[in-house]
């Protein structure tokens, strides 16, 4: 099912009956998930009456991470997947973070006319998320629409992100598992993916493999794990290889047994706990960074901040000297920093 | 010149004397400029002094911003302009930024093989910068060396970056103007370049312009442009579009005098100035925001943190609630986020 907020986005607003909206999302109601999401996505009034309401129904939903360059096939993978989980009785919820866009929209979804298969089914809820043109921005919103899918009783989450870079890298923490998604013949595409996606990623899929070239992607994948260290101790998580047509659905369910086998592998030898608390952490991180950063624009004024940034400017302060001023105002020893 | 500190990064080091790596960098030495860059770059105890003492060297640099996907030649571009710009006797720092990497590095400067022509010019410092691995690097270390390379004479500064993505676009942040590179053939380039880095820049380079597509690229990007609001107003910048065959060194004039047609026109309606405040303030953030961070983990130790996060693992807390707790032991009253 496609979200509802997307069509009412603009509508005026009843304030939220928060224990009505959490036993409607967990018995199906396409519409109460949707406004769960938008009360969390922003510092809404009925914020902390939502977190607080859905912690207790946490930590069930499998977390599944699925990214790769532009044109490696990511929807097309994404969409294959969901009907492979799908056709298991798994409700699955999706997350599609585009992070090179600070705006939300409905171009985005324009992207994804493959997931339109999906848009009617009522075990699928998707959701576009953006970064909000704010630093932070995915590291707030995503696990808080997250926490909305894992308490709504979505078996799996899947989120899915283009690209390469730091914004992938984090994303790819929030997932249990993370599937690195490649196709043959972009060499650019392997070398940008580099160090740090290849070592964030539990499952490579090397889709459109009945293309020339699958052979030798493979084998530079392979030998790239190779040069890593991260998976060469003993009873380390040996990165699956799977190879994909994902138009024709061909290979998708070796895609679901590696994501499986992972999961297991984690749950294992306490792996799966280890994410979850580092995941847990980092979210509390960006909670509280998110407060001191508004605090420092809202609560002692912007003026401030820009006055300071403007001597800065002109070269009469250095920048630390300016944070200890601002830091100072926060009840901090300058210096201490 | 190639930065020295690449060799000398494991030797131990006497404590700096700041004011005389501040003169000898003032007076071109590239090991003073590399050393300073080394003391900002991580927070060394000579920090502050560091910051200090380039306050009142700083804000004369031209700071121009280089980026693209992989494959659209920027490496070669971005040498091609350094070459450009020696001709004219200007001094040129490149901060060579890679978002995708936690790794600071050798493999990366690898890539950039035809930089090394520039490699014996004293007139010439690159540095690469790498991400650290965890979130607000590039927001941390990029500007702390660009006052460096400011302050040390340096008149015209390229952040040269990677991709796609917010890094990107924060990267851009940096810069006076950015530049844009792309290629013909790359749709998917010009897709995943999209709204976000497509508003960040304010140059577009057509690179490899004596290729199949060049006209088509340049077509999409028009319209592209045109969509776009920013532009339309009275006034507005309107974006350059240049064609370059960076290999052989064509159409590169027409960057420059693209960068400094910019330039003129941020200094004749204060954007100029609108663009460096704005900057400051976000670095100015990004110092506190750090500060703020390593309290979290190291005063109250991150033991605290790390047991709210295995609460928060099996439901029993909510992350704001969490986050009240943490902010509570930093002296706020838990609520006012």
């Known amino acids: 099912m496609r979200s509802p907020a997307d069509s009412t986005a603009g509508a005026p607003r009843r304030p939220a009956d928060v224990p009505a909206l959490i036993d409607g999302a967990r018995a199906g109601d396409a519409r109460a998930v949707a406004r769960l999401i938008s009360l969390v996505e922003v510092a809404s009034p009925a914020l902390r009456e939502v977190a607080v309401a859905l912690a207790p129904h946490t930590g069930r939903a499998r977390v599944v991470g699925v990214t790769g360059a532009p044109g490696v096939g990511r929807s097309t993978a994404t969409s294959a997947l969901v009907s492979a989980y799908r056709a298991t009785g798994a409700r699955v919820g999706i997350l599609a973070v585009d992070?090179?866009?600070?705006?939300?929209?409905?171009?985005?979804?324009?992207?994804?006319?493959?997931?339109?298969?999906?848009?009617?089914?009522?075990?699928?809820?998707?959701?576009?998320?953006?970064?909000?043109?704010h630093l932070g921005g995915l590291a707030w919103a995503t696990p808080q629409a997250l926490r909305v899918l894992d308490a709504a009783g979505f078996d799996v989450v899947i989120i899915e992100t283009v690209g390469v870079g730091q914004a992938e890298v984090e994303i790819a923490s929030l997932a249990d598992t993370t599937v690195l998604l490649l196709a043959p013949g972009m060499g650019d595409g392997i070398q940008a993916a580099k160090a740090g996606v290849i070592e964030a990623a539990d499952v490579f899929v090397v889709n459109k493999a009945d293309r020339e070239g699958a052979d030798q992607t493979v084998r530079d994948l392979r030998y790239m794990l190779s040069l890593g260290g991260r998976h060469s101790a003993a009873g380390a998580w040996r990165p699956e290889i799977v190879r994909t047509v994902a138009v024709r659905a061909e290979g998708i369910a070796g895609v679901i047994a590696a994501i499986d086998?992972?999961?297991?592998?984690?749950?294992?030898?306490?792996?799966?706990?280890?994410?979850?608390?580092?995941?847990?952490?980092?979210?509390?991180?960006?909670?509280?960074?998110?407060?001191?950063?508004s605090q420092l624009r809202d609560v002692h004024g912007s003026a401030s901040l820009d006055r300071l940034a403007a001597q800065v400017v002109t070269g009469s302060i250095d920048p630390h000297t300016a944070a200890d001023v601002l830091l100072g105002s926060l009840g901090y020893v300058p210096g201490s920093t």
């Open 99 to 133: 992070p090179s866009s600070p705006y939300s929209g409905g171009a985005l979804l324009g992207d994804r006319v493959r997931m339109q298969e999906h848009a009617i089914d009522n075990g699928v809820f998707i959701r576009s998320m953006a970064s909000r043109g």
């Open 261 to 293: 086998k992972h999961g297991e592998w984690m749950t294992r030898n306490g792996e799966l706990d280890v994410r979850r608390r580092a995941r847990a952490a980092s979210e509390i991180e960006a909670i509280v960074v998110a407060a001191l950063r």
